[in-house]
């Protein structure tokens, strides 16, 4: 027995495990500074045998790589959105975080009132 493949089998693709746009892995724990970018956290060794635990909601240390900053901790959910190209006007699927999608979502509602006007 042969199982037969829906022919928009093809047009399928598998989502990424990071924001299209900003290269934010889906499910990271960390925070954004005041230019919107993202740094991840980490816990910080408090003494011995005392770890500052790290969780969304909790203020925390971030950027353990660059700038190290005190930021609000969340955690980041990419899911896939429908968004119009601004060339094309056509639909297309994006793989994209909160932040991401709601900068997308702006753009395509000032271009719509533009076009309005």
Same mark, same amino acid.
């Given at each position: &027995? $042969?199982?037969?493949? !829906?022919?928009?089998?093809?047009?399928?693709? !598998?989502?990424?495990?990071?924001?299209?746009?900003?290269? %934010? #892995?889906?499910?990271?724990?960390?925070?954004?500074?005041?230019?919107? &970018?993202?740094? !991840?956290?980490?816990? %910080?060794?408090?003494? !011995?045998?005392?770890?500052? =635990?790290?969780?969304?909601? *909790? +203020?925390?240390?971030?950027?353990?790589?660059?700038?190290?900053?005190?930021?609000?901790?969340?955690?980041?959910?990419?899911? $896939?959105?429908?968004? #119009?190209? #601004? *060339? $094309?006007?056509?639909?297309?699927? *994006?793989?994209?975080?909160?932040?991401?999608? $709601?900068?997308? +979502?702006?753009?395509? =509602? /000032?271009?719509?009132? /533009?076009?309005?006007?």
């Amino acid at each position: &027995m $042969t199982l037969e493949q !829906p022919d928009q089998a093809d047009d399928i693709r !598998p989502a990424p495990r990071r924001c299209e746009l900003c290269g %934010v #892995r889906n499910f990271a724990l960390g925070g954004r500074d005041s230019d919107g &970018m993202f740094h !991840p956290a980490y816990e %910080v060794d408090a003494g !011995p045998d005392v770890r500052v =635990k790290v969780s969304p909601g *909790r +203020k925390g240390w971030c950027g353990k790589h660059g700038p190290q900053l005190f930021l609000k901790l969340f955690r980041v959910i990419c899911q $896939t959105v429908e968004v #119009r190209d #601004r *060339r $094309t006007g056509e639909l297309e699927s *994006r793989y994209l975080c909160q932040r991401c999608e $709601t900068v997308v +979502k702006a753009a395509g =509602k /000032a271009d719509d009132d /533009a076009r309005a006007a």
